[in-house]
């Protein structure tokens, strides 16, 4: 694949180095993984809860 840049230092770079960079994708994506995440803790939450109570 090689390295993009003549140079092994950012001073070659210009520009977005993420083709996302201001868009609405970033955003989005963000959300989905917030979701995601909310989602994990609630439900492992309520599966460790049931657990606990069966447990007592």
């Known amino acids: 694949m090689g390295y993009?840049?003549?140079?092994?230092?950012?001073?070659?770079?210009s520009g977005a180095i993420f083709m996302g960079a201001g868009g609405a994708l970033p955003g989005l994506f963000t959300l989905i993984a917030i979701v995601v995440c909310v989602l994990a803790l609630v439900l492992g939450q309520a599966k460790e809860a049931a657990k606990y109570k069966n447990h007592k």
């Open 4 to 13: 993009p840049f003549d140079t092994p230092t950012w001073d070659a770079a």
